[in-house]
């Protein structure tokens, strides 16, 4: 299973209403840019979040959340949150603001030639 299909569109349907979401199939998931810039993921049965580095220490008292680790490295301002602690949708609207609070001050990636 790349991604669960049934929490792709839970976050699909609460970000249909911002102007420029894209969704793409990258790294096994699938991950919904907004503004061009990548904000959140659909990874098996998690949901990545690429939010302010700043507020993880806000964080510590949350269940079911990691950092994110890509070959040993730990990826600075992004998490997966499990899908356990998204059973409800004030928890999900929760965590996907994380997402799109820091999305405008979030770089956007170089453009492929």
Same mark, same amino acid.
């Given at each position: 299973m790349p991604y669960d299909i049934s929490l792709a569109?839970?976050?699909a349907e609460k970000l249909m209403h911002l102007p420029d979401v894209e969704e793409k199939v990258m790294f096994g998931g699938l991950v919904f840019m907004v503004d061009?810039?990548?904000c959140i993921g659909v990874m098996k049965n998690k949901i990545m979040l690429r939010i302010n580095p700043e507020? %993880?220490?806000s964080l510590e008292d949350k269940d079911g959340w990691e950092?994110?680790?890509m070959a040993k490295d730990v990826m600075n301002g992004y998490i997966l949150v499990s899908e356990d602690v998204l059973n409800r949708n004030d928890? %999900?609207?929760f965590w996907l603001n994380l997402a799109l609070e820091f999305n405008p001050f979030a770089k956007a990636s170089k453009p492929k030639r």
């Open positions: 569109n839970r976050v061009n810039k990548m507020t %993880l220490t950092q994110m680790v928890e %999900l609207d």
